[in-house]
């Protein structure tokens, strides 16, 4: 069954850092691209970053380029964004999220239940 | 980068009336590989993860009613609910995969009228 489980939100002061998983099952991790997507409170849905396979080519929404930083172990079946210099606006639901697409980049078929960031002094 | 822009922002229909709504690229989201349409529709229910719709514009994910249409072309894409039920409340988005970013319409509120 296909299992996509975020992990490591939590509270942080700006500035801060943080780093979430996504550990994933149920298919062939290495053949697909993972994205992760936010959504602050009251908000919509923010597209963040992908990381593609098998290149492992990373893209980054522009509102957090510098500061988070995707990566992927296919020996672990894990994703992870490491999100630095975390600004109140970072404050939001952090879902992982499976492409459709066998190796190539398309929208996101599968999502996590989320991990919940917030950053507040 | 490409803005989608989303209408209405809300919306209230009767139950088993039509439901329309619309989303508009800032520029054309062709794929010439495949001639396709790189956009994709998710229904939001609070509490929920997103819940892929429509792909390739038109496309109907696995599993979703057959009351989800999607269509268009360009710059102008349409998600259609054909007879509206309890079930379909929700926020609705448009999604480019064209180029990266990746980036979401604003979202719309379907509500029962």
């Known amino acids: 069954q296909l299992q996509v489980v975020e992990s490591g939100g939590g509270v942080v002061q700006p500035g801060g850092s943080l780093r979430l998983s996504c550990a994933a099952s149920g298919f062939t991790f290495s053949d697909y691209a993972i994205h992760w997507v936010r959504q602050a409170p009251g908000k919509g849905l923010e597209w963040v970053a992908v990381?593609?396979?098998?290149?492992?080519?990373?893209y980054y929404a522009d509102s957090v380029k510098g500061r988070l930083t995707i990566s992927r172990d296919n020996s672990k079946n894990t994703v992870y964004l490491q999100l630095n210099s975390l600004r109140p606006e970072d404050t939001a639901v952090y879902y992982c999220?499976?492409?459709?697409?066998?190796?190539?980049?398309?929208?996101?078929?599968?999502w996590g239940q989320g991990t919940l960031v917030t950053v507040s002094s | 980068d490409i803005v989608m822009t989303q209408s209405p922002d809300s919306l209230a229909v009767s139950l088993g009336e039509r439901a329309t709504i619309t989303c508009k690229s800032s520029q054309i989201v062709l794929d010439s590989s495949n001639n396709g349409q790189s956009l994709s529709w998710y229904q939001h229910k609070p509490g929920q993860p997103p819940k892929l719709l429509i792909y390739?514009?038109?496309t109907r994910h696995s599993g979703v009613p057959d009351r989800f249409t999607g269509s268009g072309s360009g710059t102008d894409f349409t998600l259609t609910i054909s007879s509206l039920q309890p079930e379909d409340v929700a926020v609705y988005y448009c999604?480019?995969?064209?180029?990266?970013?990746?980036?979401f319409g604003q979202g719309t509120k379907l509500d029962i009228k």
């Open positions: 999604q480019q995969y064209y180029s990266p970013p990746f980036t």
């Open positions: 390739w514009a038109s």
């Open positions: 999220a499976k492409d459709l697409g066998w190796r190539r980049l398309s929208p996101v078929d599968y």
């Open positions: 990381i593609s396979s098998p290149e492992e080519r990373q």
